[in-house]
T-cell receptor, first 110, second 111 residues
Framework: GQNIDQPTEMTATEGAIVQINCTYQ??????LFWYQQHAGEAPTFLSY????GLEEKGRFSSFLSRSKGYSYLLLKELQMKDSASYLC???????????FGGGTRLMVKP | DADVTQTPRNRITKTGKRIMLECSQT?????MYWYRQDPGLGLRLIYY???????NKGEISDGYSVSRQAQAKFSLSLESAIPNQTALYFC??????????FGPGTRLTVL
């Protein structure tokens, strides 16, 4: 089975740094994805980790520890437009099947 | 032009009606997926197809059926809609590996 946990909501201040955590317990693992979803819109791909360590992409970074079943998404220099939900998803071994967590709604305040 | 399109974007229907949601893609991907999204529950997989002749049930397939008419088209049907199928429905596509690309979604309300 698959179990993926993320905080439901977070609040942060414009210009600050925020870390969104994701823990998973899955029967198979072939990579972890982070997606951004603005209200009422489609999820859009942010990052992908399959090996342990940090992947950096501009203001966004994602970290993975496979032994701990843990990932985080780090957002730096927060902007108001970063207010959105952030979805963590784990891919299984059998194919390109993704299991999603419930998402973390991030509110950025001035 | 959008790579993954869904029609309709919004639909209100009544209990017991048959509904079809359509998805088309121009990305040339073999793999296509249907998800539903409910508040607080994230995205849940309904059906997926790895090529035109391949259809598989996902986590929550009861009450739904699909048809893969061509590589570019994957439709989702609700044979007899019920109120708890009110949700936001997303179609997605992918290559064998790599990220999934999502359509804009269909907001379905069943009264």
């Amino acid at each position: 089975g698959q179990n993926i946990d993320q905080p439901t909501e977070m609040t942060a201040t414009e210009g600050a740094i925020v870390q969104i955590n994701c823990t998973y317990q899955t029967s198979g693992f072939n990579g972890l994805f982070w997606y951004q979803q603005h209200a009422g819109e489609a999820p859009t791909f942010l990052s992908y980790n399959v090996l342990d360590g940090l992947e950096e992409k501009g203001r966004f970074s994602s970290f993975l520890s496979r032994s701990k079943g843990y990932s985080y998404l780090l957002l730096k220099e927060l902007q108001m437009k970063d207010s959105a939900s952030y979805l963590c998803a784990v891919r299984d071994n059998a194919g390109n099947m993704l299991t999603f967590g419930g998402g973390t709604r991030l509110m950025v305040k001035p | 032009d959008a790579d993954v399109t869904q029609t309709p974007r919004n639909r209100i229907t009544k209990t017991g009606k048959r509904i079809m949601l359509e998805c088309s893609q121009t990305k040339g991907h073999d793999r296509m997926y249907w998800y539903r999204q409910d508040p607080g529950l994230g995205l849940r997989l309904i059906y997926y197809s790895f090529d035109v002749k391949d259809i598989n049930k996902g986590e929550i397939s009861d009450g739904y059926s699909v048809s893969r008419q061509a590589q570019a088209k994957f439709s989702l049907s609700l044979e007899s809609a019920i109120p708890n199928q009110t949700a936001l429905y997303f179609c997605a596509t992918s290559e064998v590996s790599g990220e999934q690309f999502f359509g804009p979604g269909t907001r379905l309300t069943v009264l």
